[in-house]
């Protein structure tokens, strides 16, 4: 039964990405403040260009009837026009390289309707991956919802959406010779490049510390126990000195192998997790600032990109190659300094409480 809900929930999202951009796209573009152009072409966007060259796709466009003197907005007639000059044909790579006037109105329905999709298929994927539990994707070892994977995945999360939403809309609007030339700005990178390292950093600086606890409860049991092997075998020498025959078995070593391992994070049971309590808290149950900032400014930095990038599917600009949403550098640095932050206290901090 469990199986057969998870294969529906995965094939109704994934099929809602194939039907919703059909539904929504009989008005995508609809724009009633616009006025018709009395000269066909005279502003004209180009849409796409074969790939030999030979055919070249374009859009009326127009100003806004409030004002004349407004960027065109094209929605108008579509043309498809074919060139048989040689000469000509190679002039038209420029327009694949020029950031002039091309761009394309999409509505804030079939924008925030897109979007949504786009966010839905890589959680119907992870859904079905995990048999049901994509949470457990951010859960360590200890069973407790882990921060940095957290992080980590809704950064991830968003970073593929955000994309695969203006891909579609530069496929959907210039077609197939459009596909791809989306670049990832320099800040943007850095952002992404953080929270990569946040959470390889904080899973070094865990796995280091309980073998460190590791190492020293084996260190404590020996030195516990040197004292009593001396005597052991000072008292085996004395015996055997006097004639005795005796022979000792003084113990072996401890080693990691044969002590329990230790839990220096206080580990919970499988399915004790607690989303809203471990995020906040460290693995004793204390309220802990470096966990509640860093969750405060991920979640910052995710909701004013995915407010950036709606905003900017509302008007596609149509080159050969584009960029994502750059984030300004206030976020950039707001981030880096909370994520350096949750690091620091990880390393400077006792196993467990940080």
């Not at 119907?124 to 995945?153: C, E």
């Not at 509640?292 to 004013?304: D, E, G």
């Not at 584009?322 to 206290?345: E, H, M, N, R, W």
Request: with cysteine; aromatic share 8%; net charge neutral.
């Amino acid at each position: 039964m469990r199986l057969k809900l998870l294969a529906l929930s995965g094939c109704t999202l994934l099929l809602g990405a194939v039907l919703l951009p059909v539904r929504c796209s009989a008005d995508a573009f609809a724009n009633p403040n616009l006025k018709p152009s009395l000269s066909p072409l005279k502003n004209a966007r180009v849409d796409g260009i074969s790939a030999d060259d030979g055919t070249l796709s374009v859009t009326d466009c127009a100003q806004l009837k409030s004002n004349p003197d407004s960027r065109p907005i094209c929605q108008g007639s579509a043309f498809n026009l074919t060139v048989k000059d040689a000469a000509l044909k190679t002039k038209l790579t420029q327009f694949q390289d020029i950031n002039g006037a091309a761009y394309s109105y999409v509505s804030t329905k079939y924008r925030f309707s897109m979007l949504l999709v786009c966010f839905l298929v890589p959680l119907a994927i992870a859904t079905l991956m995990t048999w049901g539990h994509p949470f457990k994707l951010i859960v360590g070892l200890d069973n407790r919802y882990s921060n940095s994977k957290l992080q980590a995945a809704l950064w991830f999360w968003v970073l593929l959406a955000t994309y695969l939403d203006v891909l579609y809309f530069r496929i959907s609007v210039a077609g197939l010779d459009f596909l791809g030339g989306i670049n990832i700005p320099q800040n943007l990178l850095l952002l992404s490049g953080m929270s990569a390292i946040t959470f390889t950093g904080a899973k070094a600086i865990t796995t280091a510390k309980v073998n460190a606890a590791n190492v020293n409860a084996v260190n404590a049991v020996n030195a516990a126990a040197a004292p009593a092997n001396k005597l052991v075998q000072a008292a085996a020498v004395a015996a055997v000195d006097r004639g005795a025959d005796v022979s000792v078995v003084v113990p072996a070593a401890a080693t990691a192998d044969n002590i329990p391992p230790q839990d220096p994070k206080n580990s919970l049971d499988e399915g004790e997790e607690s989303f809203w309590r471990d995020i906040v808290q460290n693995d004793f149950g204390n309220f802990d600032f470096g966990d509640f900032q860093m969750v405060i400014v991920t979640l910052l930095a995710i909701c004013t990109y995915v407010l950036a990038v709606h905003h900017y599917v509302g008007a596609i600009n149509l080159t050969a190659t584009t960029s994502l949403p750059d984030v300004d550098t206030t976020i950039l640095s707001t981030f880096g300094l909370g994520q350096g932050a949750y690091l620091a206290k990880k390393a400077a901090g006792n196993i467990g409480t940080t």
